[in-house]
C-alpha cells in the first residue's frame, strides 16, 4: 500500500475551517484514500473516503487533487471538540486482504 | 447495538505472564483485526482475519497469537508478556475484507507489563 506524509501537528481558530493535508504521491489506481481522527485515547473514529471524486458527508469533506497524490481534509466549522489526531491512510479495495496501516498522523489543536 | 466490545480495559501483567485480550463484535462482520499503539505514536497492526478459520500476520506479529473459531470474536493471546508489550490495543472490525466502509474500533485495552 502507498505511504503517507502527513503535518505532524496544525493549529485552527473555533468556527473556521481546518485544511488537513496528505501527501500520496505513490498511490496507486486502485487505492482508496481513508481519514480516521482519534480524540484523546478513545478508538479511532472513520470520518470519509474516497477514490477519485470529492466527498463530502456529515463530519467533512475529502479533496482529491486530479492527479490523485495528495488529498486534503477540510472540517468546515471547526469546534473545540474536533482537537484529535487525524490518520490519513491510503487502501488497496479489491484483490487485498483487507490491511490498513496508519502513519503518525496529524495533531489538530483547535483554539477558543 | 453493542459494536466492537473489548475486555478487559485495564491489565497489569508481570513478565513471563500470558493472558488474552478479548473482542467480540455483534455486526456479524467477516473481517477483524488488532492494532498496538504505543505513546506518540500511530496504530500498528498485528494480526487480522478476513473470517473464521481465516487469519493473517499484520506489521507488528511477533510475541501474539490468534484464532478465529467463530464470526464474532478475535482473541489476541500473549504467551509470555515481555515489557515490550506495554500498549493499547484496539481491536476493530469491518463488514468484509474488500469492503470500501468504515473499520469500527473498540474503546481499547491498556496493557502494562512490568
Known amino acids: 500500500d502507498a505511504k503517507t506524509t502527513q503535518p505532524p501537528s496544525m493549529d485552527c481558530a473555533e468556527g473556521r475551517a481546518a485544511n488537513l493535508p496528505c501527501n500520496h504521491s505513490t498511490i496507486s489506481g486502485n487505492e482508496y484514500v481513508y481519514w480516521y481522527r482519534q480524540i484523546h485515547s478513545q478508538g479511532p473514529q472513520y470520518i470519509i473516503h474516497?477514490?477519485?471524486n470529492n466527498e463530502t458527508n456529515e463530519m467533512a469533506s475529502l479533496i482529491i487533487t486530479e492527479d490523485r497524490k495528495s488529498s486534503t481534509l477540510i472540517l468546515p466549522h471547526a469546534t473545540l471538540r474536533d482537537t484529535a489526531v487525524y490518520y490519513c491512510?491510503?487502501?488497496?479495495?479489491?484483490?487485498?486482504?483487507?490491511?490498513?496501516?496508519f502513519g503518525q498522523g496529524t495533531t489538530l489543536q483547535v483554539k477558543p | 447495538n453493542a459494536g466492537v466490545t473489548q475486555t478487559p480495559k485495564f491489565q497489569v501483567l508481570k513478565t513471563g505472564q500470558s493472558m488474552t485480550l478479548q473482542c467480540a463484535q455483534d455486526?456479524?462482520?467477516?473481517?477483524m483485526s488488532w492494532y498496538r499503539q504505543d505513546p506518540g505514536m500511530g496504530l500498528r497492526l498485528i494480526h487480522y482475519s478476513v473470517g473464521a478459520g481465516i487469519t493473517d500476520q499484520g506489521e507488528v506479529p511477533n510475541g501474539y497469537n490468534v484464532s478465529r473459531s467463530t464470526t464474532e470474536d478475535f482473541p489476541l493471546r500473549l504467551l509470555s508478556a515481555a515489557p515490550s508489550q506495554t500498549s493499547v490495543y484496539f481491536c476493530a472490525s469491518r463488514p468484509g475484507a474488500t469492503n470500501t466502509g468504515e473499520l469500527f474500533f473498540g474503546e481499547g485495552s491498556r496493557l502494562t507489563v512490568l
Open positions: 474516497g477514490l477519485k
Open positions: 455486526m456479524n462482520h467477516e473481517y
Open positions: 491512510i491510503v487502501r488497496v479495495y479489491s484483490g487485498n486482504t483487507g490491511k490498513l496501516i
